[in-house]
Nanobody
């Protein structure tokens, strides 16, 4: 049974940093691309970043390039999203997700939410002074 559990969200001041975690179980991270999405109040869910170990591909939405870093700890079956230089517009519920297409890299699956099958419950990130 695939399970994804996010943690690490909290209130942080603009310009601050935060590291989100997504603990996974029930599948092999080596074969499936993982992604972070976010959804702000009144807005559609937006893809933030993707990581595929299979082909070493990484993808970021333009608004977070240079500020966010996706990574993985294979020993812990956990992926992370390091968020630096946070802005008010980064405020959202952040979700991690994976798919059912083994071997597909981020360049193929992209940051399209309907291509991802399994989702965590989300963690709230609020950037405010």
């Amino acid at each position: 049974q695939v399970q994804l559990v996010e943690s690490g969200g909290r209130l942080v001041q603009p310009g601050g940093s935060l590291k989100l975690s997504c603990a996974t179980s029930g599948f092999d991270l080596d074969f499936y691309a993982m992604a972070w999405f976010r959804q702000a109040p009144g807005k559609e869910r937006e893809g933030v970043s993707c990581l595929s170990i299979r082909d070493s591909s990484v993808l970021y939405v333009d608004s977070v390039k240079g500020r966010f870093t996706i990574s993985r700890d294979s020993n812990l079956n956990t992926i992370y999203l390091q968020m630096d230089s946070l802005k008010a517009e980064d405020t959202a519920v952040y979700y991690c997700a994976t798919n059912t297409y083994p071997g597909l890299g981020c360049g193929t699956i992209g940051l399209v939410s309907k291509r991802y099958t399994y989702w965590g419950q989300g963690t709230q990130v609020t950037v405010s002074s």
